[in-house]
């Protein structure tokens, strides 16, 4: 069964960064790319960035350039996500999910990390 | 960047009763090359992340029920759920590459 299971809940004061991980399993790590999609409360789902899991190349959104970066171990079938110079607007939901560049999809999604950032 | 705007932003419906929800897209979804709308709909219940429900605007995830369609192309897209049941109380997303709609939010009248 295919599975991405996240990290657990963060509380970071602003201006801290915080690193997320996301791990896969029942599927072929690289046959995947692997994103970061992001819910701040009662708002949309934000897309964030992704990597692409065979050659390590990432696309970030531009609302993120400077302060985010997607990294993956193809060894651990794992992927993380680091986010520095915190504020309270990054309070959100983090969720890891995999595309379906086939459908142009996300068809599988992790748990979601509620990461808290208060002073 | 492309922009999907959802409509309405919430509906109340009574049990086995039909939800209809559009979603209008800044840029046409339709990819030439392979002549398929590259939309997809998502469900998401309150502290669950989204489900993948139908993709290519109109094909069901495996596991979905056919009470749910999909339907649309180019830039204007809809989601039906032909008779509500009481588990489909949601918030429903459209997706367009990296973009998302704003949600609609599905409640029992």
């Known amino acids: 069964q295919v599975h991405l299971v996240q990290s657990g809940a963060e509380v970071k004061k602003p201006g801290a960064s915080v690193q997320l991980s996301c791990k896969a399993s029942?599927?072929?790590?690289?046959?995947?790319?692997l994103h970061w999609v992001r819910q701040a409360p009662g708002q949309r789902l934000e897309w964030m960035g992704w990597v692409n899991t065979v050659s390590d190349v990432t696309k970030y959104s531009e609302r993120f350039q400077g302060r985010l970066t997607i990294t993956r171990d193809a060894s651990a079938s794992t992927v993380y996500m680091e986010l520095s110079g915190l504020n309270s607007e990054d309070t959100a939901v983090y969720f890891c999910s995999r595309s379906n560049g086939r459908q142009g999809s996300f068809d599988v999604w992790g748990q979601g990390t509620a990461v808290t950032v208060s002073s | 960047d492309i922009v999907l705007t959802q409509s309405p932003e919430s509906l109340a419906v009574s049990l086995g009763e039909r939800a209809t929800i559009n979603c209008q897209s800044s840029?046409?979804?339709?990819?030439?090359?392979?002549?398929?709308?590259?939309l997809s709909w998502y469900q998401q219940k309150p502290g669950q992340p989204p489900k993948l429900l139908i993709y290519?605007?109109?094909t069901r995830e495996s596991g979905v029920p056919d009470r749910f369609s999909g339907s649309g192309s180019g830039t204007d897209f809809t989601l039906t759920i032909s008779s509500l049941q009481a588990e489909d109380v949601a918030v429903y997303y459209c997706q367009q590459e990296e973009a998302f709609g704003q949600g609609t939010k599905v409640e029992v009248k």
């Open positions: 029942g599927y072929n790590f690289i046959d995947y790319a």
């Open positions: 840029q046409s979804a339709l990819y030439g090359s392979s002549n398929k709308n590259y």
């Open positions: 290519w605007a109109y």
